[in-house]
């Protein structure tokens, strides 16, 4: 149940991927970023398709790289090709998630609209951020990068 009284109802729903990266779950996405019971399922979906493509075109060089190496699907790989492979599924998950929360988030500021809620749409910005950042340092990590990068101009 959500802090406005209505019931969260988890949406057993797979969004397919591209068959390299792995397909996407709407009831883990419910489950572990604790999204609230307002939210249609479909908007959900919507949210976690526009990240997923999001991820996907920022992780295309490094899906080029595996594949050349042999890789067709991350969650099945050869382990001496692909170490780690299990870790590396939660991590483009993570990648995934945090960026279609980071999207509900400042959606949630049009969901809630007396004015008891209004400090939720003044912050949302700011946790919206925290979590492109959680996206976007998955994404590093998938790549290799650190959290940083520095460079000498």
């Given at each position: 149940m959500s802090f406005s009284g209505k019931p969260t109802t988890v949406v057993e729903q797979t969004i397919e991927n591209n068959g390299f990266w792995p397909d996407l779950s709407l009831a883990?996405?419910?489950k572990a970023y604790r999204l609230p019971g307002e939210?249609?399922?479909?908007?959900?979906?919507?949210?976690?398709?526009?990240?997923?493509?999001?991820?996907?075109s920022d992780l295309a060089r490094l899906m080029a790289s595996w594949?050349?190496?042999?890789?067709?699907?991350?969650?099945?790989?050869d382990p001496l090709l692909l170490q780690e492979r299990a870790y590396k599924v939660k991590l483009y998950k993570r990648a995934v998630y945090c960026r279609a929360k980071a999207t509900a988030l400042t959606d949630f500021a049009t969901v809630t609209r007396r004015e008891v809620a209004e400090n939720t749409g003044k912050e949302a910005p700011e946790r919206a951020d925290t979590f492109l950042a959680f996206s976007q340092s998955a994404v590093r990590a998938l790549q290799g990068r650190s959290r940083i990068t520095a460079a000498l101009l």
């Amino acid at each position: 149940m959500s802090f406005s009284g209505k019931p969260t109802t988890v949406v057993e729903q797979t969004i397919e991927n591209n068959g390299f990266w792995p397909d996407l779950s709407l009831a883990e996405y419910q489950k572990a970023y604790r999204l609230p019971g307002e939210y249609l399922s479909e908007v959900l979906v919507t949210q976690l398709e526009l990240a997923m493509g999001d991820v996907n075109s920022d992780l295309a060089r490094l899906m080029a790289s595996w594949q050349s190496l042999g890789i067709t699907e991350v969650a099945t790989a050869d382990p001496l090709l692909l170490q780690e492979r299990a870790y590396k599924v939660k991590l483009y998950k993570r990648a995934v998630y945090c960026r279609a929360k980071a999207t509900a988030l400042t959606d949630f500021a049009t969901v809630t609209r007396r004015e008891v809620a209004e400090n939720t749409g003044k912050e949302a910005p700011e946790r919206a951020d925290t979590f492109l950042a959680f996206s976007q340092s998955a994404v590093r990590a998938l790549q290799g990068r650190s959290r940083i990068t520095a460079a000498l101009l």
